[in-house]
């Protein structure tokens, strides 16, 4: 199947600063991606949905200020945690997509910690 | 609204012996499901989706599920477990369609594999 590289894997943080995770499609062309962000025990929720040349669509609840994602081109897509605090630490993976539902490939996720 | 239940957080089997993971979905829509499967370290799998085509459908490495719209159920099921199935493995809704921005992941069922 086609290959999603998500990294970090792992980030330490101190609080106040920022953090940004890469989203790569290896080989082929995502025309959306997907962030999704997973505490202990809990199931994966939807961030935000990212087309590539426009802005991200954020779900309700979600600072779009806090989290910047950029999707600068068809095989790359970046979330950003501005000024992370304790409370932003959790597991954060991406997907991209190539349409449809089964053709959804996820990255490995990234576990972000903040001090 | 659509949701997605899945009712045991740790399953252990031993090897060779039936694996039974239990999805129980509410959706106002005549819903796709998929079981995706998360390695340690590695990103979710697909590992078999329903979309109102067969209702028991059949998956890689072994696995199936029935869809049972009167029980509102999706059981991933195998009939003879082997070490590399442990893992963690989410059952996923949406609706009808496949929409890749509305799956509604469970909270997961970690499998463990006794020798």
């Given amino acids: 199947g086609a290959v999603v590289s998500q990294h970090p894997s792992w980030v330490i943080c101190k609080s106040g600063t920022s953090v940004k995770i890469e989203c790569r499609s290896l080989d082929f062309q995502a025309t959306t991606m997907f ?11 939807l ?5 590539e040349g426009s802005k991200a669509t954020y779900e309700q609840g979600v600072e779009k200020d806090k989290f910047l994602i950029n999707h600068a081109s068809l ?16 597991f954060y993976i991406c997907s991209a997509s190539q349409g ?6 996820f990255g490995s996720g990234t576990q972000l910690s903040v001090l | 609204a659509q949701s997605v239940t899945q009712l045991d957080s740790h399953v252990s089997v031993s090897e ?13 829509y005549s819903p796709s499901l998929f079981w995706y499967v998360q390695h340690p370290n590695k990103g979710l799998q ?34 003879s477990a082997h070490m590399s199935d442990a893992a963690e493995y989410f059952c996923v809704v949406t609706p009808g369609g496949g929409a890749t921005n509305k ?7 970690l499998l463990a594999v006794q020798p």
């Fill in chain 2, 103 to 109: 799956l509604i992941f469970g909270t997961g069922t």
């Fill in chain 1, 47 to 51: 961030m935000a949905t990212s087309n």
């Fill in chain 1, 75 to 90: 095989t790359l897509s970046t979330l950003t945690v501005t000024s992370a605090h304790p409370e932003d630490s959790s």
């Fill in chain 1, 35 to 45: 962030w999704y962000r997973q505490f202990p025990k809990q199931s994966l929720m």
């Fill in chain 2, 16 to 28: 060779g012996t039936p694996v039974l993971l239990r999805c129980n979905y509410s959706s106002s």
């Fill in chain 1, 100 to 105: 449809t539902a089964e053709k959804l490939f």
């Fill in chain 2, 46 to 79: 697909l590992l078999l989706k329903y979309t109102s085509a067969a209702t028991l459908v059949k998956g890689i490495n072994g696995f199936e599920a029935e869809f049972k719209k009167s029980e509102t159920s999706f059981h991933l099921t195998k009939p």
